[in-house]
């Protein structure tokens, strides 16, 4: 080869390692981890650079991609000029072969793969090039910038608006799965995303659920629902439990009942309710309850009436699970008749029942959340005893119910046939 020809090689194959630097800093820009990025600007002030180049992604692409596409255009015009010497009328067709081969194995799959495994450092490594780079080209950017602008005014695409909350938990899941984290670490992580999105109609204790006394209630009575409940604290009302006027505290009441018993009144140890309603978020009222240093709220539905109470331990539970003290009595919602059938308590919550079964609900949104909910809504009336009915792969019957819920039922797991399971 002449010396003129050695130097197109030499060309080449630097545009060939420009090639795969730029397709790097491309897969390495677009892979860096924000968050990890922050944590390294404490020791590296270059994690700081690549932030900001970051925060106009729109112009390092476009950069990015204008010389990347210069390289290898250059690259494919210097390989056929090379191969036409070598070769002469093959050298074309030889050309697109070769340059292809190389740039796709140099320029792009290798430095790809590479930048991928090392996204961060890789960034913090090539930042001062990619400044160059884009001070250098900034004139040539402009135009397809403004190129773009027209595009984003005369096309219109609607933004993908995905929940945060639902990326984030899909992280956290995968770092569960890779060891990352640990499962009850995991779990008090996607409980603290989810927890803006529950409100207060999800966690309260339902009216009917509620036990409270009435302002005049003799003391003795009292004290016996007291013993009865096991409750620290009892509602107290006037005339209807929809008028809660305040709550007792077992300390207080104690105290009154040993010191004035016969003589005092609940009303006088009574401290202050707050008032809510369904749709405030357990977040606020936490919040609400923390300034005014209270540990219960009144739940009112949209009459004014009482829809339930919460309590701050309530909305706690749905962060770090149950909480119970030594005087709590333990709920156990299943009871195991044989491998596949269970009594279920049907003020359990019907989510967790459902995932216990291995069963994926019809719809993903409903009004209620008990089971007794589920199954009233199901057969569209509050059944009787000794009523079933079948729910995907599992058979229901009713086995207690009053006049205003279902109270217990029994729960078959059935092995579908073949033929069920495609109807499913």
Known sequence: MSDNTNILVFILVILVIFSGLFSAIETAYSSANRIRLKNLSDEKPEALKVLQILDDFDRFITTILIGNNIVNIAAATIGTIIFTRLYQENGPTISTIVITLVVLLFGEITPKTIAKKIP????????????????LLTPISWIFRGWKYLMDRFVKIEEDDSDIADELITMVDEAEKEGDLEEHESDLISAAIEFNDLDVKDVLTPRVDVVAVAVNTPLDEVERVFRMNSYSRLPIYENSIDNIVGVVHEKDFYNLYYNEKGAGSIR??????IYTSENVKISTLLKQLQKAKLHLAVVSDEYGGTAGIITMEDIIEELVGEIWDEHDTVKEYY????????????SAEIEDMLERFGVEPDEDDYDFITVSGWIINELGHIPAAGEEFDYQNLHITITKADQRKVLEAKVEIRDLEKGEEEDQ
């Open 335 to 346: 009871q195991q008749i044989d491998e596949k059938t269970y009594l279920v308590k049907c």
């Open 120 to 135: 961060e450092s890789f960034s913090c490594a090539s930042v001062g090039f990619v400044q160059f780079i884009t001070f």
């Open 268 to 273: 006088r140890i009574a401290k202050p309710v």
